[in-house]
């Protein structure tokens, strides 16, 4: 297996330099409504050594990948079964009269209370310090698909003139924090992570990688492939994005811990293909709506709410003490709507300087 998928990938450079087509050797991923280049380009994330038949299916259709680390726990997760294993709250206390049942099919009926919606939070039915099953999300099988869970949402938008970007968005159940001095910390229910790929005339230009509360962007051509497809590595536990493996430091800015404290893993551990198992949008920049493809359920996009608990508080029993001000378990993300898609640049304006590399770092 491992020779073949060494022939396979030495094989790439030379169909590209010959400038000839690589073999029809499996169907295109096509999803009507959605460019093509959109899923030909999309990120791989990855979990396993890539497995030849993977390479074959990947070679001739390039959305992103993406490996997981080797010693994940927390895998991509249905958007479904968030819903399902979830209630919502407001204030830590439960709605009295929630739509029932609550799908994703009538999720932005939330946004109805609690300040449009942006106080509600989904849930979870068990209580997570007994460390429920579900969270554990689904590993992608041998294909790279994660069956049985829709766990991501590729969304376009079309700038005019060319310009489009694609957002990979990736769903996780269960966010673990990073271990600092023997104390975990950060850890949350729902965590939402993305690529965005930017094209201008169906050509990549530049791909960002979100991290935590920011993220790295780097070009097209600098990043690791498989076939057309850049990669990306799902960071152990935080399930940040990175464009390579190792150690990753990400000391949060203006808190004053010393460096090398909040480290980040990332490893070929299983190959997760994000569009065989994924909801497909358009994102119209002009108004801020979403538009359905395939059937999508966009009221799970129009949900202002977050994918998670609320923060414990203080003096609830499951909160251990806080750490330097820092708590183990903190509240739950919103969902893509709140990750800047109408976009100037490849990163989110956030008062970062954007800086596109063109080399590969930590
Ligand atoms: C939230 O709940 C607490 C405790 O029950 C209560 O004191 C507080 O007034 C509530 N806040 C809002 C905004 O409803
Ligand atoms: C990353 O690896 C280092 C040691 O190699 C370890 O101390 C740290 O806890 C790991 N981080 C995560 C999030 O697993
Ligand atoms: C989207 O961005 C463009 C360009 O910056 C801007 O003109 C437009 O108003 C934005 N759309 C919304 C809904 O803010």
Same mark, same amino acid.
């Given at each position: 297996?491992?020779?073949?998928?060494?022939?396979?990938?030495?094989?790439?450079?030379?169909?590209?330099?010959?400038?000839?087509?690589?073999?029809?050797?499996?169907?295109?991923?096509?999803?009507?409504?959605?460019?093509?280049?959109?899923?030909?380009?999309?990120?791989?994330?990855?979990?396993?050594?890539?497995?030849?038949?993977?390479?074959?299916?990947?070679?001739?259709?390039?959305?992103?990948?993406?490996?997981?680390?080797?010693?994940?726990?927390?895998?991509?997760?249905?958007?479904?079964?968030?819903?399902?294993?979830?209630?919502?709250?407001?204030?830590?206390?439960?709605?009295?009269?929630?739509?029932?049942?609550?799908?994703?099919?009538?999720?932005?009926?939330?946004?109805?209370?609690?300040?449009?919606?942006?106080?509600?939070?989904?849930?979870?039915?068990? +209580?997570? &310090?007994? /460390?429920?099953?579900?969270?554990?999300?689904?590993?992608? @099988? *041998? =294909?790279?698909?994660?069956?049985?869970?829709?766990?991501?949402?590729?969304?376009?938008?079309?700038?005019?003139?060319?310009?489009?970007?694609?957002?990979?968005?990736?769903?996780?159940?269960?966010?673990?924090?990073?271990?600092?001095?023997?104390?975990?910390?950060?850890?949350?229910?729902?965590?939402?992570?993305?690529?965005?790929?930017?094209?201008?005339?169906?050509?990549?230009?530049?791909?960002?990688?979100?991290?935590?509360?920011?993220?790295?962007?780097?070009?097209?051509?600098?990043?690791?492939?498989?076939?057309?497809?850049?990669?990306?590595?799902?960071?152990?536990?935080?399930?940040?994005?990175?464009?390579?493996?190792?150690?990753?430091?990400?000391?949060?800015?203006?808190?004053?811990?010393?460096?090398?404290?909040?480290?980040?893993?990332?490893?070929?551990?299983?190959?997760? +293909?994000? &569009?065989? /198992?994924?909801?497909?949008?358009?994102?119209?920049?002009? @108004? *801020? =709506?979403?538009?359905?493809?395939?059937?999508?359920?966009?009221?799970?996009?129009?949900?202002?709410?977050?994918?998670?608990?609320?923060?414990?508080?203080?003096?609830?029993?499951?909160?251990?003490?806080?750490?330097?001000?820092?708590?183990?378990?903190?509240?739950?993300?919103?969902?893509?709507?709140?990750?800047?898609?109408?976009?100037?640049?490849?990163?989110?304006?956030?008062?970062?300087?954007?800086?596109?590399?063109?080399?590969?770092?930590?």
């Amino acid at each position: 297996m491992i020779s073949l998928s060494l022939l396979v990938l030495a094989a790439w450079p030379f169909g590209l330099a010959l400038a000839r087509p690589a073999p029809p050797l499996s169907p295109h991923l096509v999803v009507a409504g959605v460019p093509q280049y959109v899923l030909d380009y999309g990120m791989w994330q990855i979990d396993e050594r890539p497995k030849a038949s993977m390479l074959m299916l990947t070679s001739n259709n390039a959305a992103p990948l993406v490996y997981m680390d080797t010693k994940e726990v927390y895998f991509p997760s249905d958007l479904g079964a968030q819903v399902a294993n979830t209630h919502p709250d407001i204030n830590l206390t439960e709605l009295p009269n929630p739509p029932s049942p609550l799908v994703l099919e009538n999720l932005d009926a939330l946004n109805a209370v609690g300040n449009g919606g942006k106080d509600v939070y989904l849930t979870s039915n068990i +209580d997570v &310090t007994t /460390s429920p099953s579900w969270l554990e999300g689904v590993a992608p @099988d *041998s =294909t790279g698909k994660t069956n049985q869970a829709t766990s991501a949402a590729v969304i376009t938008t079309d700038h005019g003139s060319g310009l489009v970007d694609a957002f990979y968005m990736y769903f996780y159940a269960y966010n673990q924090g990073n271990t600092v001095l023997g104390q975990e910390l950060g850890d949350h229910i729902g965590d939402w992570e993305h690529n965005m790929v930017r094209f201008q005339d169906g050509v990549p230009q530049t791909v960002w990688y979100s991290q935590h509360s920011n993220g790295q962007a780097f070009t097209y051509k600098a990043v690791e492939k498989l076939g057309i497809r850049p990669v990306a590595y799902s960071a152990r536990g935080s399930h940040a994005n990175y464009a390579i493996t190792g150690k990753h430091d990400h000391t949060i800015p203006d808190v004053n811990l010393p460096d090398g404290l909040l480290v980040d893993n990332t490893s070929k551990g299983l190959l997760w +293909d994000p &569009t065989l /198992s994924s909801f497909f949008y358009n994102f119209h920049p002009a @108004d *801020s =709506t979403f538009e359905s493809i395939n059937g999508s359920p966009v009221q799970a996009m129009n949900f202002k709410g977050k994918w998670g608990d609320q923060q414990y508080a203080k003096d609830d029993k499951r909160q251990p003490p806080p750490f330097f001000g820092f708590y183990k378990y903190v509240g739950g993300p919103t969902g893509p709507y709140d990750k800047q898609l109408n976009r100037s640049k490849v990163c989110p304006d956030n008062g970062i300087l954007c800086i596109v590399r063109d080399k590969l770092g930590p």
